[in-house]
């Protein structure tokens, strides 16, 4: 199991504001994804020193992520 390393604050934010989704980069090989509360939170990851562009393709629905995918290319 990972631990999360991000920040408290962004943290303590999410849980206060419960945001539709969430979107991280500052730790660049932390790629992954967990929910806090009703909030997506999504991190691409970074592999830009190998040439590789990680992102997400999120499907949105009306109050809800319907789908999302990480990619990389």
């Known amino acids: 199991m ?3 390393v991000g920040s408290i604050a962004v943290s303590n ?8 989704m969430s979107l991280h980069g500052h730790i660049h090989e932390s790629r992954g994804d967990c ?3 009703r909030t997506v939170c999504i991190n691409p990851g970074s592999d ?3 040439g590789i562009l ?5 499907l949105l629905g009306k109050d809800k992520i ?3 995918v990480l990619t990389a290319g």
């Open 35 to 37: 929910k806090i509360g």
């Open 2 to 4: 990972e631990a999360n």
């Open 48 to 50: 830009y020193s190998q």
């Open 66 to 68: 319907k789908n999302f």
């Open 54 to 58: 990680r992102g997400v393709v999120a």
């Open 13 to 20: 934010a999410i849980k206060k504001y419960q945001p539709l």
